[in-house]
Nanobody
Framework: QVQLVESGGGLVQPGGSLRLSCAAS????????MAWHRHGLGKERELVAS???????NYADSVKGRFTISRDNAKNTVYLEMNSLKPEDTGVYYC?????????????????WGKGILVTVSS
């Protein structure tokens, strides 16, 4: 089994910064894309940013120029640096990883999600 654990959330004032981390562990052979999604109050869950294992990134229009996604493949960890935060960035942020899971005699591609971490932007 594979576990994803997010950290780094909390309360921040508008204009402030936070850095989220998500570490994957368990029966991992390799990880393809990793991503951050968020679920704001009264909103649908949306993709915030994604990064391939070769470093290609993609961002939602609403966060371009403010958020930066990065990853450390050796640590199976993805980060989200969030700057110039706005109240509308408030929500639960979820980490997602496209994992090749290893088990005796086989490999299985499967998506795993973290439990989510709350980010609140408020004065």
């Amino acid at each position: 089994q594979v576990q994803l654990v997010e950290s780094g959330g909390g309360l921040v004032q508008p204009g402030g910064s936070l850095r989220l981390s998500c570490a994957a562990s368990g029966s991992i052979f390799s990880i393809n894309a990793m991503a951050w999604h968020r679920h704001g109050l009264g909103k649908e869950r949306e993709l915030v940013a994604s990064i391939t294992n070769s470093g290609h990134t993609n961002y939602a229009d609403s966060v371009k120029g403010r958020f930066t996604i990065s990853r450390d493949n050796a640590k199976n960890t993805v980060y989200l640096e969030m700057n110039s935060l706005k109240p509308e960035d408030t929500g639960v942020y979820y980490c997602k990883a496209d994992v090749i899971e290893s088990s005796p005699g086989s490999y299985l591609a499967k998506d795993f999600w973290g439990k989510g971490i709350l980010v609140t932007v408020s004065s």
